[in-house]
């Protein structure tokens, strides 16, 4: 992992995500160093990267866990504020997108985790910072499990998976961090086709058509997840055949319908 930012410097073939690039073998969180790069007027692609962070964050104020072995990192963008509901759709599809040209076929949980054969190998966090007026920036957290056993941490073990243990065998961390970064371009490049993107995210979405449960902080909801919008939000038809919106959420597959 120490040699990662001379192999992006030499291999990656990207025009803006991770032209620069911060690299730290242990930090907190990747996010914090994003956001301050941020403001302090970083240009749009800087991404942070680090070998092992101490406070991982997650999202809906969990932890991550982001030991060694593990790409933990953060990627700073300035989209214009209307297209920001393109952004967990941007990222999750880059990292199926990534994983899929390493072979490997993935899904996602509304709205950004990707899991393989229904566990979770990576997690997602947006940041956005605004100035007074507009959207500043935005931060892409993005940890992936790469070459650790998740069996070994009690508190993932059984719903996390990692891509050495799907693979079979180690797996180059740095060229996972080849695939996501293209990847995370060729769809930003996109963004002015929004919708397109959205339904291209929806059809790689494990959670349509299943059986969910929602926790939206007080209280739990449970019903079939019919589709998700144009916003990016999912609908959820309740068993007594209303629709219900979701905006953020943690979301639980139940059982296929
Ligand atoms: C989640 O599934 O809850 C989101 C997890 C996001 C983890 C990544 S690892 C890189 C970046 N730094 C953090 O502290 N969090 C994100």
Known sequence: MENIASFLKQNLKTHCIGKRL???E???????????????HAPEGTVVIAGKQNVGRGRL????????????????????????????????????HALYNMDLKAHIKWPNDVLITGKKVCGILIENGFSKVDLNYTVIGIG???NFDTSAFPEIAGIATSLSMEMGKDVPVEEV????????????????????LIREWASHMETLGKRVRVSLGSRTIEGTATEVNDSGNLLIRLDDGSIQEITAGDVTHVRDQ
Do not use: C
């Open 22 to 24: 911060h690299y730290f």
């Open 26 to 40: 242990v930090t907190g969180s990747t996010m914090d160093i994003a956001r301050d790069l941020a403001e302090k």
């Open 61 to 96: 104020g969990r932890s991550w866990l982001s030991p060694v072995g593990g790409l933990a990192t953060s990627i700073i963008l300035r989209p214009p504020a209307k297209k920001i509901r393109l952004i967990p759709a941007i990222s999750s599809l880059a990292v199926v």
């Open 144 to 146: 992936i499990n790469v």
């Open 177 to 196: 961090a080849v695939q996501l970064y293209s990847e995370i371009e060729k769809l930003y490049e996109r963004i002015g086709d929004g919708n397109d």
